[in-house]
């Protein structure tokens, strides 16, 4: 009989988080369609990756954002970034 303990191997993996105060598919922002960066939406419809609204709302795209008003703090935040642009 062998009184070898079975070796225990721990794999690390490094992940580097933004501070960033996200929300995950809470009630009525999943009655809106959401600004994204086009870029980032593309990639998100074609590898399924989640996506960051202006919002902060978390989610992997899958419907046609034009059957859905706008969400109302994405439009604010999306207004004022361009009023800061002039």
């Known amino acids: 009989m062998s009184t070898e303990q079975p070796k225990t ?3 690390v993996k490094e992940r580097v988080e933004e501070n960033l105060d996200l929300r995950l ?3 009525d922002h999943e009655r809106f369609s959401h600004y994204v960066p ?3 939406l593309t990639e998100a419809m074609v590898m399924g ?3 960051i609204a202006l919002c902060g709302k978390v989610w ?3 419907r046609n954002p034009d059957r859905f008003p706008v ?3 994405c439009k604010e935040i999306w207004e004022s970034l361009q009023s800061n642009e002039k």
């Open 9 to 11: 191997v721990t794999i």
């Open 25 to 27: 598919d809470e009630g």
């Open 38 to 40: 086009k870029a980032k």
């Open 49 to 51: 990756t989640p996506v």
């Open 60 to 62: 992997v795209p899958s």
């Open 71 to 73: 969400c109302p703090e």
